[in-house]
């Protein structure tokens, strides 16, 4: 089931939520929304389902929202089949678990209903497949936020909806308990397939678990791509900001082909594109101070202070940083390996 | 245990203290009353408490008591969500006069509001004429009683209930939405259960309000024997009559059964919030 989205706005009053946005998510993807909060991207994410209204469209081109090539922006969140799970959960707390599992099955049309021995099966294959057997007579209250959480998901698994929206799912539950829900999300997807779009602040989540990712910021999109692609080669000084630590230098670039050349360009650097050395590495090398090491993690984080009077973080891989003996206080050098600039023009 | 006990205490102070407050207030001002109560009437013997529970004035003062107060109470109910749920979810010119006036029967002495009602509902009052020109009795009449009733009990259920309907989680009724709940499925599977603690707590205020109460009903009810003779009525004029003996015992039945009647809702309510984890 693919979604489509085709220039959309929304406005709250006279703030600017969503501006002319225009994304294809193709048949059993997983694609993210990733941005700040205020970026829009929860917005686009409820329109799609149906909560949200879009603003009216100016022509026919406008404020089209598709599932399957099916216009579907008039109608309502009930009939447009679509699973939604909340930051929050939004568990019926008068519910057990199974009765929350199988609203959806049970309020279906007397015509369409399933019998109550396959609603009994369907509900219990789910609670197989969020690894909460036996938790059927549980009520909500009684869980961890990582169990809601995954009570919702099969709630909204239930329907077999068309597309499957999550709202920040993870947003509420502590750092482990994320790592390990994101790695089953990404399973569960192989498993069941189902068109997702995920919404989510956090880029790590982001690059980890989907196929694709939209990165958003004030209302717009700034680049769609894969995880690989969004990081690697990123399309503005927003998304490279974003998405990871990231050093600014300012200074002449010079692009290669061309030789064209930008003075007071912003140049940006990610902390594991740095090399640091003891000695002077050629003209691009700049003379600095360490000021701090934290050695916690795959890699040592390096912490100096240039000539410029700029503050910059490098990241050495920590079985190198073994054999460098590096020490606060010691002049070093740094060379940039690799560099993103970004400048609409280049003046010669 | 007892030693982490004594600790957790510590971490909180004033625990001895306030445990000591409480139950010296609570004792000094329920208990004893209540205590007195139980031991003038136990001066009566069981024989004459049966003998008086079985006087048919009695039973019918009784019978008219509980069956007025429950069946005020359900309605102030039902009508008191529709009123609470207006206030709350829709945003209209009056709002704040119409909360504003809720309170008003709760606030005036009982007697002004035995006054007023008399006023309207008596055979020459505006909406009583209008009744008895249909052949309904408004006043001195078992429906006086009830009209007082649910007058008085009134803002106990819509102050219990606003709240409740407040802190309703609209991401719920999103989510039912989302799964192809139609409004009225959505209201009636998980917005109504929602409220359903909430409901009872104002059943229960409303009720207790209405068991009581006195002066509002003593104008509109008539005190006709047999008929609109609410049961603290009888014990004033047990009292009196100066059978001191005979109102006691009245006392002692309906605080048994008062006692009988809110115990069983508030059962209702540990086994709801046990249930879904609520404590």
């Known amino acids: 089931m693919s979604v489509e989205v085709q220039h959309v706005s929304k406005t709250f009053g006279s703030y600017k939520a969503i501006e002319d946005v225009s994304l294809k998510v193709h048949s059993g993807e997983l694609v993210a929304l990733l941005g700040p909060s205020g970026s829009g991207k929860t917005t686009l994410l409820r329109m799609i389902a149906g909560l949200e209204v879009p603003d009216p469209p100016a022509n026919q081109d406008e404020g089209k929202i598709l599932f399957f090539d099916q216009d579907v922006a008039t109608r309502s969140v009930s009939e447009r ?5 909340f930051q929050h959960y939004a568990l019926f707390k008068h519910m057990s678990v199974f009765e929350n599992i199988a609203f959806g099955l049970r309020v279906r049309p007397r015509s369409q209903r399933l019998p109550k021995a396959q609603i009994d099966q369907r509900v219990k294959e789910l609670l197989q497949l ?5 938790f059927g007579n549980r009520f909500p209250l009684q869980l961890s936020g990582g169990q809601r959480q995954r009570v919702a998901l099969a709630r909204a698994l239930a329907i077999e909806p068309k597309v499957l929206l999550l709202d920040e799912p993870f947003g509420a539950l502590d750092a482990k308990v994320r790592q390990k829900l994101r790695e089953w999300l990404r399973r569960l997807h192989e498993q069941v397939h189902t068109t997702t779009i995920l919404v989510t602040h956090d880029q790590e989540e982001a690059l980890e678990v989907a196929d694709r990712v939209v990165v958003m910021n004030h209302a717009k999109i700034e680049q769609i791509g894969t995880p690989e692609e969004v990081f690697h080669n990123p399309a503005s000084e927003f998304v490279i900001d974003f998405l990871g630590s990231v050093n600014v230098f300012s200074g002449r670039h010079v692009e290669p082909s061309s030789e064209a050349k930008t003075d007071g360009a912003k140049i940006y650097v990610r902390p594991h594109e740095l090399q640091i050395s003891k000695e002077s590495l050629g003209s691009a090398s700049i003379s600095a101070q360490i000021q701090r090491i934290q050695r916690a993690g795959t890699s040592a984080k390096v912490f100096v202070h240039t000539n410029k009077e700029q503050n910059v973080r490098v990241d050495v891989p920590i079985h190198e940083f073994q054999f460098m003996d590096l020490e606060i ?8 390996l690799q560099s993103h600039v970004f400048s609409p023009d280049y003046t010669i | 245990m007892s030693a982490m006990r004594a600790t957790q205490t510590r971490r909180l102070p004033g625990f001895g203290l306030t445990l000591g407050f409480t139950l010296f207030y609570v004792t000094l001002m329920i208990v004893i009353p209540i205590a007195a109560l139980l031991f003038k009437a136990s001066s009566i013997s069981m024989q004459e408490l049966v003998e008086t529970f079985k006087t048919p004035r009695v039973q019918a003062s009784l019978r008219l ?6 069946l005020a109470a359900t309605i102030n109910t039902l009508f008191g969500f529709i009123v609470a749920w207006t206030l709350v979810r829709y945003r209209f010119v009056g709002r704040r006069l119409i909360d504003s006036l809720i309170d008003l029967p709760f606030a005036m002495p009982t007697a002004v509001s035995g006054i007023a009602l008399m006023a309207i509902y008596a055979p020459t009052g505006i909406v009583g004429k209008q009744f008895l020109a249909w052949g309904i009795k408004t006043a001195i009449s078992p429906l006086g009683v009830l009209i007082a009733l649910i007058f008085i009990g009134f803002p106990f259920a819509v102050r219990t ?5 407040e802190e309703l989680e609209l991401e719920a009724e999103q989510a039912s939405a989302s799964l192809g709940a139609s409004r009225f499925q959505t209201f009636l599977r998980v917005t109504v259960p929602s409220l359903i603690p909430a409901a009872l707590t104002g059943f229960t205020l409303a009720l207790a309000r209405a068991l009581g109460e006195y002066g509002s009903v003593i104008f509109i009810a008539g005190n006709l024997p047999m008929r609109t003779e609410i049961a603290s009525l009888l014990i ?23 006692f009988v009647l809110l115990l069983a809702i508030q059962g209702i309510q540990w086994r709801i919030e046990r249930k879904t984890g609520r404590n």
């Open chain 1, 81 to 85: 089949q679509v699973g939604f799970v």
């Open chain 1, 130 to 134: 969020i690894q909460l057997e036996g």
């Open chain 1, 329 to 336: 206080h010691q002049q070093v050098f740094i060379t940039p």
């Open chain 2, 65 to 70: 008591t509980f069956g007025a107060s429950l």
């Open chain 2, 161 to 165: 209930m606003q709240p409740a309907i």
């Open chain 2, 236 to 258: 004033v004029s047990r009292l009196d009559e100066n059978d001191i003996v005979g109102a006691c015992a009245i006392a002692v039945v309906m605080l048994a059964a008062t």
